[in-house]
């Protein structure tokens, strides 16, 4: 059985993102269309600059596919670039301040940053989120669902700050509210106030970050590990949020909060389980965010990634010419005023990603019928628990 992995390919301006996915269970229905629909989710969002004007992101599958279903071979999936004129864009030479540009410079001696840049875009994902559709497929095959949404954009949070009052329970609910806003939110009345902050942000040529939720429901409990620490599913997910361009922090159920309470008021209690339940035990709160010693407890995984203001400013920024070393405002081009929304549906991708890392870690077969059999006895032990 090959372990799951995937790794993408491709500049922002090149011809093509592209990424192969290995370990995927043969005998898997794959939907394309659902795909194209996350890519697309991941263009949308009010403050989205003019380069989604130009793309229109689709997958083409290259490999590991028949008739619909996964072969158990490698899957490769390919997002054209519309834009991709990378041999006729003009040199960065002074590197924005925030991005990757003058680091990247220092560490390969380029003097043009668009030698880093085209890969340190966060164009790259885009491969993620067609890999990340595929991952969220397999889990809704075993009732897992990942669902993200955006709480806060440019300091504007809810008036409710706490997270539980903004989650909508009801499936359809939430998925109608998230389609219908224009930020991938879920509370209608935040839509005008944020709508204000990135119209005044883009105004001053400014940007503007923000923080989004990822909720992961329906796992089992147990997957995870607590053998060694880089496998704790905290880790996993921690680093999974983390390689997302621009996320500054993360954080777990009551996240930072933790520190500042007391045992009593952190812990969640283990109580016995009303009768008609499948369990002899409960967990009536969930602070830890469904994640105890780097392992799912069973409850809703909840997590949050705060993103920092995208660093090409049209304002500009002190910067210096890699070329005579004179100061220089800072190259910019074009750039989104926000792009929290986006990173919300890349949050989606990579956390999917993880979990069917951990999932196929513990039901791992060479076939999904395979997986489903070990799913089941896990499910069958739990019972009996
Ligand atoms: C992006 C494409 C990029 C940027 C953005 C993300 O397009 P271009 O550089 O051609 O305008 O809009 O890139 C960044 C935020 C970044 O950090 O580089 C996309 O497809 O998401």
Known sequence: M?????????????SALCVIIEGLPAGMCLDLDAIDADLARRQEGYGRGGRMKIERDRVECLSGLKGGMTLGSPLTLLVQNKDAVIEQLPPVEAPRPGHADLAGCMKYGHRDGRAVLERASARE??????????????????????????????????????????????????????????????????????????DEAKKEGDSLG??????????????????????????????????????????????????????????????????????????????????????????????????????????????VDLESG?????????????????????????AALALVEVFLDKYGGDSLDQVQAAFEFHAEQLRAL
């Open 125 to 198: 994902t885009a491969a993620r989120v067609a890999a990340g559709a595929v991952a969220r497929q397999l889990l809704a095959g075993f009732g897992v669902e990942v669902f993200a949404h955006v709480l806060e954009v440019g300091g504007q949070p809810s008036p409710s700050p706490d997270p539980e009052v903004l989650w909508v329970r009801s499936s359809g609910q939430r998925h109608a509210l998230r389609a219908a806003s224009a930020f991938h939110g879920l509370d209608p009345a935040l839509e005008e106030v944020w709508t204000h902050v990135v």
């Open 210 to 319: 923000g923080i989004f939720e990822v909720r992961i429901l329906g796992l089992p409990p147990g997957l995870g590990s607590y053998q060694s620490g880089l496998d704790r599913l905290t880790s996993r997910l921690g680093a999974a949020l983390f390689s997302i361009p621009a996320i500054k922090g993360v954080e777990f159920g009551l996240g930072f909060a933790v520190g500042r309470l007391p045992g009593s008021q952190v812990h969640d209690p283990i109580t016995p389980a009303p009768p008609e339940s499948p369990r002899r035990f409960a967990r009536p709160s969930n602070r830890c965010g469904g994640l105890e010693g780097g392992l799912t407890t069973g409850e809703p995984l909840v997590v949050r990634a705060a993103m920092k203001p995208i660093p090409s400013l049209r304002q500009g920024m002190a910067s």
């Open 2 to 14: 090959t372990r799951f992995t995937f790794r993408t390919a491709g500049e922002s301006h090149g």
């Open 326 to 350: 004179e100061a220089k405002q800072a190259t910019y081009q074009r750039s989104d005023v926000t792009s929290v929304p986006a990173a919300s549906v890349v949050g989606e991708a990579v």
